[in-house]
C-alpha cells in the first residue's frame, strides 16, 4: 500500500460512493464527484515529491498475488512516461466535473458514478505492470466509456457507443490471445519478468510466431490510437459523446493505445516492430494528411476536431517507429500536450454547445465580439494546436519531425504537410466562428466565460504555455524511459547497429 | 462382473452417505406429490420453501459425502471431488431457479406442489448423472432427468407454446437418448463391460477390441451428449424449447441439465474414450467451432429475449466444447469453471426475464427492456452485471472463464480455434449490448413501466447469482483449486 495505489484506488472508492448517493439530489453527486476527483489529482501531485526524475526504471512499485492459482499478480507502478500520463488522466477529471457541472442534468448520479469509474480504469491501464491486469483495465475503462457516448450522448449516440465497444472489443480480443499465448510460452504475467526472459534468451520467437503476436497486440492498440484506415469509430464516437465524454476520450483514451505501443509492443517484439515500421510509417503519414484534410472540410466543430486528433495521433505513431531516441521523446511529449490541447479545444466547443445548442460552425460567426475572453482562450488553443512554438504540439511535434528526418528524410517531408494543414484548418476554423459579424441573436445573447468555466480552462492553458516554454519540466524522465525502450529494441538487431551512432553524426549523414 | 468392484449383497452405510443428495431430494419430491391433496391452495408457498430447504440440505450432504469419497453401490456411483462440485453446481442451480419462480408461478396462478416436485426429480437425476461410474447408471440418471424436464416444459397447460415445446423437447429427447444407448449397447458388446474405468482398460489389453467399434459407439454417445448440452449441429430445438417453456424453467434447462450433461461428456469422453482421443477430437473440435458460430450469428437475429438466450447458450455450449476439444486437464478444469460461472450468469439473466414477462409472459421482445433503467434501476444494474459477464468483460466470472478454457486451448496448440473463438466473443457482445442499450439508453416500455417491485426473493433471485458472478470473476482462486485438483480425479 503505497500513495500509487491510493491515486488508483480513490475513483473506485468514489465510484462505489457515487453509487450509494440517492438520486434525489443530484448537487450532492456533482460536490461528491469534484471533491474526490480533486483529491485524486492532489494526491497524485503528491507523488511528485517522490518521483525520480532521473530513473529509467519502475517506481512505486507494488505487488500482491491476486489470483495465485495462475500466478497473476496486482502489480503497478509508474515510470517516466506513465507517471505524465497518469497526471494527465487526474487532471483532466475534475476539468471534467466541471464542465459537466451544468450540461448534465439527466441521470446526474449515473454520469459522475461512471466518469470515476472511468478514471479508475485509464489510470490503471498505465500503471499495470501484470498482463493480466493491464487487459482487465484495457477493457474496464471500455464500459463505462460505453454509458457516457450511449446515455448522455447526441441524436446518434447508441450507433456511435455501440460501433466504439465493437471496434475496440475486436482488438481486445486478438491481444487478449497474444497476452494468453505468451502465458502459456513463460507461464508468467509478469511484464518485467517476460522482458527479463527476453533480454537473457530465455525466451526467443520464431520470426512468423513474434510477427503474429506483434500484430495482435498492434491492431488492438492502432484501432485505440486510432490509427489510418481503423479510425472510422473514431468521429462518430466524438461527434455524439457528451463534452466530458469527448475530452476524456482524446485527452486520455487514445494514449491508451500509443502507449500500449510503446510499453508493450516494443520492447517485446522489437525484430517484428522494426520490420514494421516502414509500413506503419506510411499509415501514420496517410492518416496525418488525410485526418488533415478531412478535418478542413468538415462542417461540424466536433467532427473538426476529431479528425484533428487521427491527424496528430500519426505524429505520435511516426515518432515511435523513427526508432530514434528524438522521435520516441517527441512522441511521448506529443501524447501529453495533444491530451492537453484537444482537451481543451473540446472543452471550449462543449461551452460554445452550451450557449447555442449547435455543433455546425455555420451556426456560428462574431463569437469574439460578444465573448472576448472565450475567444482569447480558444485562440491560445488553436495556435497550440496548430504547433506554434513557444506553446506546447510545437516541442512534441518539432521532436517528431527531427527524429524522423533521421531514420527517414521523406517521411519528415510528408509529415510536415501535415503542420501546415493543421494550420490551415484551425485558424480557418476560428475565423468563421469567432470573427466577422455576430451571427443572429443567439449568438448575440452569449455570455462570456463565468468563474465555474475559468476554473476548467485556466489550467490547461497554463499547462499548454510550461509545456510550450519549459519542456525540461517533462522531458528528461521520460527521455530516460524512452533510451531504454531503444535499447530493449536492439536485441536480435545486430544490423541496425548505426544508430547507436551520436546525433550529430546521424542528422549529418540525412544531410 | 467388475473384478475390482467389491460385492453387492447387503447395504453398505459409506455407500448411503455417498448417496445422501440424491435421497434425500427424492424423498421430499415425493413427500410434496403426497402433501399436496392433504394441503389447501394458500399454503402453495410452502413448497417452494421446502424445496429451498431441501436443495441446502442436499448441499450440505453432497459436502458431507465429499468427506467420505469413494465408490458406493459396487463401483457404480463414484463421489470425488469431480462429482462433488457438479452435484453442488446443479443445486445452487435449483435454489436459484426455485428463488424467481414463487412470482412467477403466482402471476399465472399455477402454483402447485408438482412444479417443485418435478424440479427435485430433475435435479436428482442430475446428481446421479454427475457421480455415476457405469453406463447403465449414467443412462438412469439422464432419463430421471430428461422425463421430469420433459414436464416441466409444458408444465402452463392452457400455453399452446409451451406444449409446443413440450412435445418437441420430448420427441427430439427421445431419440438422442435412444441414440446414447445404442452406444451403450455397443460398448457392451465390443469389451463387454460398461463400467467406465473398464472400458477404458479393455482398450488397452491384448484383446482390445476394434477400435472401429470403439469409435462407433462413442460417435453415437456424442451424438446424444450433443442434443443435450444442445451443441451444433444437434441444437435445433434449443430455441423452440427455451422459448416455449415457463422462463423459470428456461432458465433450469440452460443451466442445469447442461452443466450434468457436459460432466458426463468429460467423464465420458475423458476416462472411457480417452484412448482414441485423437480420432473424437476433431469432431469435437467441429461441433465447437460450429456451435459458437450458429449460436452467435443466429442470435443477431432475434427479437425474443427467451430465443436469444437460447441461441446465446448455444454459443457458450460452443465455448466449453473447446474446453473439451483440448483433451487435458487443464481443459476439464476450465470447463469445470466455466460451467459455474455460466450458471449465474445464464440463470441470472433468465430470472431478470421472468421477473419482467408479466402475465401470461407477455413482455418478451427485447423491446420490453426499453428504459428499465429509469424504472427499476437494481433489475437494471444487475442484468448488466449478468449481460457483461455473457460479452466476457474483466471482473466477471464469463471472462475469467473464457480465459482460462481458451489458455487450456492453447497449451494444447488449438490456436485456430482459439482465435476463431475469441472472435466470436466479439460478434456476441453486439447483441448483448443490444438489451444493454435498451435498458439504458431508450424511454421507458410499457413492460418496464409495468413491472413488479422487487419482492424479497426475487431480490435473493437477482443479487445471489450477481455476487457469484463478480466473486468468480475477481476471486476465483477457490474455485480454481478445487477445479484443478478435481479434474485429476476422473480415472
Redesign the interface.
Given at each position: 500500500m503505497n500513495l500509487l495505489t491510493v491515486v488508483l484506488f480513490l475513483p473506485l472508492l468514489g465510484f462505489l460512493v457515487a453509487l450509494a448517493i440517492p438520486r434525489s439530489s443530484p448537487q450532492s453527486s456533482r460536490v461528491w464527484a469534484l471533491l474526490l476527483s480533486l483529491a485524486t489529482f492532489i494526491a497524485s501531485l503528491g507523488l511528485l515529491f517522490w518521483f525520480n526524475r532521473g530513473a529509467a526504471g519502475e517506481q512505486f512499485a507494488i505487488d500482491v498475488p491476486w489470483i495465485s492459482t495462475l500466478d497473476i499478480h496486482f502489480a503497478i507502478s509508474a515510470n517516466g512516461v506513465s507517471f505524465w500520463l497518469m497526471l494527465l488522466s487526474t487532471l483532466l477529471t475534475p476539468i471534467c466535473v466541471l464542465i459537466s457541472w451544468r450540461s448534465i442534468q439527466n441521470r446526474v448520479k449515473e454520469f459522475f458514478a461512471f466518469l470515476l469509474l472511468l478514471e479508475f480504469g485509464l489510470i490503471g491501464v498505465f500503471l499495470a505492470q501484470d498482463l493480466f491486469l493491464f487487459y482487465v483495465f484495457w477493457e474496464v475503462s471500455l464500459v463505462p466509456m460505453y454509458f457516457l457516448i450511449g446515455i448522455w450522448g447526441h441524436e446518434r449516440r447508441i450507433y456511435a457507443a455501440v460501433k466504439f465497444f465493437l471496434y475496440t472489443m475486436t482488438g481486445s480480443v486478438l491481444m487478449l490471445t497474444a497476452i494468453i499465448y505468451l502465458y502459456v510460452r513463460t507461464q508468467t504475467f509478469q511484464y518485467p519478468a517476460i522482458l527479463d526472459m527476453l533480454a537473457t534468451g530465455r525466451l526467443t520467437f520464431a520470426p512468423g510466431e513474434e510477427m503474429l503476436l506483434f500484430l495482435a497486440f498492434f491492431v488492438a492498440f492502432a484501432i485505440k490510437v486510432p490509427l489510418f484506415p481503423l479510425h472510422t469509430w473514431l468521429p462518430d464516437a466524438h461527434v455524439e459523446a457528451p463534452v466530458a465524454g469527448s475530452i476524456m476520450l482524446a485527452a486520455v483514451m487514445l494514449k491508451m493505445g500509443t502507449y500500449g505501443i510503446l510499453h508493450f509492443c516494443l520492447p517485446l517484439f522489437p525484430s517484428a516492430a522494426r520490420s514494421c515500421a516502414p509500413w506503419i510509417a506510411v499509415l501514420a503519414i496517410i492518416g496525418i494528411i488525410y485526418g488533415a484534410l478531412v478535418a478542413m472540410v468538415q462542417p461540424n466543430m466536433k467532427k473538426l476536431v476529431a479528425y484533428s486528433s487521427v491527424s496528430h495521433l500519426g505524429f505520435v505513431v511516426l515518432g515511435i517507429f523513427s526508432f530514434t531516441q528524438m522521435g520516441l521523446d517527441g512522441a511521448v511529449y506529443q501524447m501529453l500536450s495533444h491530451g492537453i490541447s484537444t482537451g481543451a479545444l473540446f472543452l471550449i466547443v462543449g461551452l460554445l454547445y452550451e450557449r447555442r445548442h449547435s455543433l455546425e460552425i455555420a451556426d456560428y460567426g462574431g463569437v469574439a465580439t460578444v465573448a472576448p475572453w472565450l475567444s482569447t482562450a480558444f485562440l491560445v488553443t488553436t495556435l497550440a494546436s496548430i504547433g506554434l512554438p513557444l506553446l506546447n504540439n510545437f516541442v512534441g511535434e518539432f521532436l517528431v519531425l527531427q527524429g524522423t528526418a533521421l531514420a527517414n528524410y521523406k517521411w519528415t517531408i510528408f509529415a510536415s504537410i501535415g503542420v501546415i494543414l493543421s494550420a490551415c484548418y484551425m485558424l480557418w476554423l476560428y475565423q468563421r466562428v469567432f470573427y466577422g459579424e455576430v451571427n443572429g441573436e443567439h449568438v448575440a445573447r452569449f455570455w462570456d466565460l463565468r468563474p465555474r468555466e475559468w476554473a476548467a480552462v485556466v489550467p490547461l492553458i497554463v499547462m499548454m504555455v510550461w509545456m510550450g516554454i519549459y519542456s525540461h519540466s517533462f522531458l528528461p524522465p521520460v527521455g530516460k524511459v524512452t533510451a531504454r525502450v531503444l535499447e530493449q529494441t536492439q536485441i536480435n538487431v545486430p544490423f541496425r547497429v548505426e544508430l547507436k551512432l551520436p546525433a550529430g553524426m546521424e542528422a549529418n549523414r540525412a544531410r | 462382473m467388475p473384478v475390482n468392484a467389491p460385492a453387492i449383497g447387503f447395504m453398505n452405510p459409506l455407500d448411503l452417505i455417498r448417496f445422501l443428495p440424491e435421497i434425500l431430494l427424492t424423498a421430499m419430491g415425493t413427500l410434496m406429490m403426497v402433501l399436496d391433496p392433504l394441503l389447501n391452495k394458500r399454503s402453495s408457498r410452502l413448497f417452494g420453501d421446502l424445496s429451498i430447504l431441501t436443495l441446502v440440505a442436499g448441499i450440505a450432504a453432497a459436502i458431507f459425502a465429499y468427506g467420505h469419497a469413494g465408490p458406493a453401490f459396487g463401483g457404480m456411483l463414484w463421489v470425488d471431488g469431480f462429482a462433488t462440485f457438479f452435484t453442488v453446481l446443479v443445486l445452487v442451480v435449483g435454489i436459484l431457479v426455485v428463488l424467481p419462480s414463487y412470482r412467477f408461478l403466482a402471476r399465472q396462478d399455477a402454483e402447485t406442489s408438482e412444479f417443485h416436485a418435478l424440479l427435485l426429480f430433475s435435479i436428482a437425476g442430475q446428481c446421479i448423472m454427475v457421480s455415476a461410474n457405469d453406463l447403465i447408471i449414467i443412462f438412469i440418471g439422464l432419463e430421471i432427468s430428461s422425463i421430469a424436464s420433459y414436464i416441466l416444459a409444458g408444465y402452463l397447460r392452457e400455453d399452446k407454446r409451451a406444449n409446443e415445446a413440450s412435445l418437441k423437447y420430448f420427441l427430439l429427447g427421445s431419440f438422442a437418448t435412444a441414440f446414447f444407448l445404442y452406444g451403450v449397447a455397443l460398448i457392451y458388446g465390443a469389451t463387454g463391460t460398461i463400467n467406465l474405468g473398464l472400458v477404458r482398460l479393455a482398450q488397452t489389453g491384448p484383446d482390445a477390441p476394434s477400435p472401429i467399434f470403439v469409435g462407433v459407439a462413442a460417435a453415437l454417445m456424442f451424438v446424444g451428449l450433443a442434443f443435450k448440452v444442445s451443441a451444433a449441429p444437434f441444437q435445433i430445438w434449443a430455441p423452440d424449447v427455451y422459448q416455449g417453456a415457463p422462463t423459470p424453467v428456461s432458465a433450469f434447462l440452460s443451466a442445469g441439465p447442461k452443466a450434468a450433461a457436459f460432466a458426463l461428456f468429460l467423464r465420458i469422453f475423458m476416462t472411457a474414450f480417452e484412448p482414441i482421443g485423437g480420432g473424437w477430437e476433431p469432431l469435437v473440435w467441429g461441433a465447437a467451432l460450429l456451435s459458437m458460430t450458429i449460436g452467435n450469428f443466429a442470435a443477431l437475429l432475434q427479437q425474443n429475449i427467451k430465443r436469444m438466450l437460447a441461441y446465446s447458450s448455444i454459443a457458450h455450449a460452443g465455448y466449453v466444447l473447446v474446453a473439451l476439444t483440448a483433451r487435458s486437464e487443464l481443459g476439464t478444469a476450465a470447463a469445470m469453471f466455466y460451467l459455474a460461472a455460466y450458471a449465474f450468469m445464464n440463470v441470472g439473466a433468465f430470472a431478470v426475464v421472468s421477473h419482467l414477462s408479466g402475465r401470461g409472459e407477455r413482455y418478451q421482445s427485447i423491446e420490453d427492456f426499453s428504459g428499465l433503467a429509469?424504472k427499476q434501476?437494481l433489475t437494471a444494474a444487475m442484468l448488466t452485471i449478468f449481460l457483461?459477464s455473457l460479452?466476457g468483460?474483466?471482473?466477471t466470472g464469463g471472462?475469467f472463464g473464457k480465459?482460462?478454457i481458451?489458455?487450456a486451448a492453447?497449451?494444447s496448440h488449438l490456436?485456430w480455434l482459439?482465435?476463431l473463438g475469441?472472435?466470436n466473443?466479439?460478434v456476441a457482445?453486439?447483441y448483448y449490448?443490444r438489451i444493454?442499450?435498451m435498458m439504458?439508453?431508450r424511454e421507458p416500455s410499457e413492460a418496464a413501466s409495468r413491472a413488479e417491485p422487487l419482492t424479497p426473493g426475487l431480490r435473493a433471485a437477482l443479487i445471489l447469482p450477481a455476487l457469484g458472478t463478480l466473486v468468480l470473476g475477481i476471486?476465483?482462486?477457490w474455485v480454481?483449486?478445487f477445479a484443478?485438483r478435481s479434474s485429476n480425479l476422473l480415472r
Open positions: - | 429509469q434501476p457483461l460479452i468483460v474483466p471482473l471472462f480465459f482460462y481458451f489458455r492453447l497449451e490456436v482459439t482465435v475469441l472472435l466473443s466479439a457482445a453486439y449490448l444493454l442499450v439504458y439508453m476471486f476465483p482462486n480454481l483449486d484443478g
